[in-house]
């Protein structure tokens, strides 16, 4: 088990760093969304290292045409209201840097519920709240998990020693200092338990149904959406596969190797069944993917274009 969750690390990091989209460049206008875009990445994520983006070659797409694009650098492993109380920080300088008075924030994984934190503390700065492949109603990967690691534990001891290290090497690769790590209080916020906590607390567009659609506008006047993949095994040349359907095999549903289908739902559904993996989500491990699924890159800038259409 402790074999399987090291080489996720490692996964989660690495694989998206040499990734290359073949989006061509598009009309300018096309993603110019009235208020600014900040991308916040998920577990182990980082803005950028050596010249690397976790979310590979879509805020060039992004800005190619029209975009302005903000990439958010919090903690590689914490809770996810500590993470989001780090977002909100930068969420206001994007806001004085800009002059503009929301941003549209699109999270990954973990960067879902850091989102929707910052949306539901200070929804006056939040136009729109986007989960991409978003734990929103817990990760069963992240339950195996949290079960195996028992408190108190040797297993437990290592686990977190070596995952500080690891998060705290990212945090100095990407020139974002010291952040506090935590990866006990990262599991518990991706594991089921926690996750129905953190809902009750901020239930803004968590669907009511197990997998329904929740509010597309909630009561706090911030719309909510999301997208998500339901495959493992996408590319033949692609590395991440094995490691993600080895973890999509503890899962009882359709699955992108990390979080279930279900519980990526926020807001208006656009689609829960991109032939992509949870990599693939943000267009990692060489730009690789699914031959017949639309490109990563394009279904960002589609999304983008989306939001401007509804004025946001």
Not at 49 to 58: C, L, Q, S, T, V
Request: with cysteine.
């Amino acid at each position: 088990m402790k074999g399987i969750f090291i080489s996720l690390l490692f996964a989660a990091t690495s694989l998206s760093v040499f990734a290359g989209s073949t989006v061509p460049s598009a009309n300018t206008g096309y993603t110019q969304t009235k208020y600014p875009i900040v991308l916040v990445h998920g577990l182990f994520g980082f803005d950028n290292i050596a010249g690397f983006d976790y979310f590979h070659a879509i805020p060039q797409a992004l800005t190619r045409s029209g975009a302005k694009v903000y990439i958010a650098q919090v903690s590689a492993v914490n809770s996810s209201e500590k993470r989001g109380e780090q977002l909100l920080r930068q969420v206001r300088r994007v806001l004085a840097i800009t002059g503009a008075p929301k941003v549209n924030l699109i999270g990954h994984s973990h960067g879902s519920p850091t989102s929707r934190y910052v949306a539901s503390v200070a929804p006056q700065y939040v136009a729109s709240v986007t989960s991409v492949g978003g734990v929103n109603k817990g990760s069963e990967f992240a339950d195996v998990m949290r079960k195996a690691l028992r408190p108190g534990s040797a297993g437990e001891a290592s686990v977190v020693a070596a995952t500080k290290v690891f998060a705290r090497l990212i945090s100095v690769l990407s020139g974002s200092g010291r952040l506090p790590q935590d990866p006990l209080a990262s599991l518990d916020s991706l594991s089921t338990k926690g996750s129905l906590k953190f809902n009750r607390k901020y239930p803004e567009g968590v669907p009511r149904s197990r997998c329904g659609n929740g509010d597309s506008r909630a009561s706090n006047g911030v719309y909510y959406y999301s997208w998500s993949g339901t495959s493992q095994v996408t590319n033949i040349l692609d590395l991440s596969d094995p490691v993600l359907f080895t973890t999509g095999l503890f899962f009882r549903e359709a699955n992108d190797g990390l979080v279930g289908r279900c519980s990526t739902h926020l807001g208006r559904v656009i689609r829960d069944n991109y032939r992509m993996n949870h990599l693939d989500e943000v267009n990692g491990f060489f730009g690789l993917h699914h031959l017949f699924e639309t490109d990563p890159v394009t279904v960002y800038r589609q999304h983008a274009n989306r939001l401007k259409q509804q004025g946001l």
